[in-house]
């Protein structure tokens, strides 16, 4: 098992210097009269990974979208890998790795099919594509399980495998798209493992959707929280419960963020609150 503390940190004192694998202006986009982002910000530096929170319809889908060149956006600007996602969509396309939630990988194909078929998508070839199916294969822990129907896969296998065939072509950023929903905890801890093994081992840039705090907690070097279209907290996970409270954990942070409710009640502390209520609720 790969721990997070063996993995060096994002340094926050070399931001001023590292380019920027993601960068976010002002976006605005509309479905109809529904507004879904209202002019966010957003800069995510190489190397990073980088967790975007927020309950459902807060915008997170909308703007994943946007930077995987999936949806135009109604205004502002997005630029990932120093491509602009508007005028070269294509050349974006050429620079990440997107795992959306919905299932990706074909059951009827086996493990090394699909990623025969994600080379030749993405025009890999020859001795090439070889050797990089059979890198990814055993990067993921997958060699053995190769030559057998993605149907008898279990779900943190086939959320591997995803990895590996979004991994084939070397993307400079990777989205992911809640990759460990429906996982056991075993599962999860596998692919944070690979997350993690693939920051350190390529810098590959890497922003996840999640709910999951304690996944958020443990992958993330960086957090941003939205609500309602807008970007309501930027900071580090240990910031951000800092400013919540000195006792605050992120399911704190996300709440006290994401409800549009002031950190202070009558009563005492947002967390002071939720235990007593907690209590009351236990005691019926």
């Known amino acids: 098992m790969i721990e997070k503390h063996l993995v060096p940190p994002f340094a926050p004192t070399m931001k001023s210097i590292d380019p920027l694998a993601v960068e976010v202006a002002g976006l605005v986009h509309h479905y109809g009269n529904f507004v879904a982002l209202k002019g966010i910000d957003l800069q995510i530096h190489q190397g990073q990974i980088f967790g975007l929170l927020g309950p459902n319809g807060a915008g997170k889908s909308t703007a994943l979208k946007i ?39 074909d059951g009827a194909l086996t493990g090394y099919e699909n990623l025969r078929l994600s080379a030749r998508l993405y025009d890999i070839r020859g001795k090439d594509r070889e050797q990089r199916i059979t890198e990814a294969l055993q990067f993921m822990g997958m060699s053995e399980a190769a030559a057998k129907l993605v149907k008898t896969y279990s779900g943190g296998m086939i959320r591997r495998l995803e990895l590996a065939q979004a991994m084939l072509h070397r ?27 693939l920051r350190r081992q390529y810098g590959i840039t890497v922003l996840i959707t999640t709910h999951d705090m304690e996944e958020a907690d443990f992958l993330c070097d960086e ?53 007593t209520r907690t209590t009351a609720r236990r005691l019926g």
């Open 67 to 105: 930077l995987t060149t999936l949806l135009t956006p109604t205004a502002g600007s997005a630029h990932v890998a120093g491509i602009d996602v508007i005028q070269s969509p294509l050349q974006v396309r050429a620079k990440i790795g997107y795992v959306p939630q919905m299932l990706s990988a």
């Open 171 to 197: 993307p400079s950023v990777l989205f992911l798209d809640e990759p460990t929903i429906g996982l056991d905890p075993v599962a999860r801890r596998h692919v944070w493992d690979r997350l993690l093994e």
């Open 223 to 275: 957090l941003a929280i939205l609500h309602q279209g807008t970007v309501t907290a930027v900071g580090t996970p240990a910031a951000l419960k800092q400013q919540v409270g000195p006792d605050a954990d992120l399911n704190d942070v996300f709440s006290h963020y994401s409800s549009g409710s002031a950190l202070q009640e009558e009563g005492g502390r947002y967390r002071d609150v939720r235990k």
